[in-house]
């Protein structure tokens, strides 16, 4: 019963340890579990789905007449819907060539690796046309097409992206970004007050990096095995280890970034050290303590009073 034994205290020390390669695929779908009873049977009828509406547009983009998208023999919301299926597998085939390029696995187009990269991708956008595809979804699919089968990956990708936070950002629902914003910013002038009121003084927002930490999960950031040992920690404590983690990465670079201009921060948070280490990584993200369940509802919560109250404000001026 994983539920019950999430919070034991060994199963979470040997999730902040690292959980071995070859059975963390195992542990994650354990850990994650599965709410939206996804199974292999319906990632199958979605794989085919996909791949019939993939020929069907294949045929009709053929159609289009110029370069301004104008779709012959369709209008309305049919051609809206066409162009917006086009510019989807587009976006995805262009993204299968960019994740993970240092890795065999997914650099070779006839890698078995690389189709069901797509499968997984595409079998998403059928599932949840209304979220669609965004660029470094890819990343997190391949990452856990590294550890386990694609109907599991699916499983786990489909599970971690409908989730309330992920839906939130990928969706671009700002009000609800902000929120979460907000409550990052709290936990930075509790956990890191002379860091915090650097940011202040130079106009650096937790926007300018929180937003793109979360939407990709850390990957592309990282190293790929610092990257996993997040991982690890996130199919634990969900939301609140993203949390923990960006004050854990914030902490690790203080030294550095107080020294730094405006520019060198912006520039730093989006392309985090190469050489970071994954045990000092995990050393500082668990020294992070005042980021709870609790204590995350309780900001968010108040987070939602004080802009409903400024959005008063701007009606009744």
């Given at each position: ?5 999430q ?5 979470r020390?040997?999730c902040?340890?690292g ?6 695929g195992?542990?994650?779908c354990?850990?994650?579990g ?10 199958q009828?979605l794989?085919e789905q996909?791949?019939k509406?993939?020929?069907?547009y294949?045929?009709?983009?053929e159609h ?8 012959g ?6 051609e809206e819907l066409?162009?917006?299926?086009i ?24 890698s ?7 499968e997984?991708?595409?079998a ?15 990343f997190?699919?391949?990452l856990?097409?590294?550890f386990?089968e ?11 992206l409908?989730?309330s ?9 700002m009000?609800?970004v902000?929120m ?9 002038k ?5 860091l ?11 926007e300018?990096?929180?937003v793109?930490?979360?939407m990709?999960l850390f990957?592309?950031?990282?190293p ?27 902490k ?10 405006f520019?060198q ?21 668990r ?5 709870t369940n ?6 968010l919560?108040?987070?939602?009073s004080?802009?409903?109250?400024q959005?008063s404000?701007?009606?009744n001026?």
């Open positions: 019963n994983w539920s019950r034994k919070s034991c205290s060994k199963v020390s040997l902040f340890k959980i071995p390669s070859q059975i963390r195992q542990v994650w354990s850990l994650l599965n709410k939206l009873n996804i199974t292999a049977d319906l990632f009828v794989c996909a791949e509406s993939r020929e069907a294949e045929e009709e983009k289009i007449e110029n370069a301004d998208g104008d779709v023999g369709f209008g309305g919301k049919a066409l162009l917006k299926a510019s989807t597998h587009k976006m995805i085939l262009l993204d299968l060539s960019r994740t993970y390029p240092e890795l065999e696995v997914f650099r070779n187009e006839k078995p690796y690389r189709q069901h990269l797509l997984v991708l595409e998403f956008v059928c599932f949840r046309p209304e979220i669609g595809y965004s660029q470094g979804m890819s997190l699919a391949a856990l097409l590294l386990m694609p109907e599991d990956a699916f499983m786990v990708f489909t599970n971690i409908t989730s936070c992920f839906v939130n950002f990928y969706r671009m629902k009000p609800e902000k979460y914003m907000y409550a990052h910013e709290k936990f930075l509790e956990e890191l007050p002379s915090y009121s650097q940011f202040k003084k130079l106009g650096i927002h937790p300018m990096y929180m793109k930490w979360i990709c990957c592309q950031l990282l790929l095995e610092c990257t996993c040992r997040i991982w690890d920690f996130f199919f634990l404590d969900g939301d609140v280890a993203i949390f923990r983690t960006g004050l854990g990465i914030l690790l670079l203080e030294k550095d970034l107080l020294k730094m201009s520019e921060i912006a520039y730093q948070l989006s392309h985090l050290p190469p050489n970071i280490n994954e045990d000092e990584l995990m050393r500082s993200v020294g992070v303590q005042i980021v609790r204590r995350l509802k309780e900001l919560k108040e987070a939602s004080v802009y409903r109250k959005g404000k701007n009606e001026p």
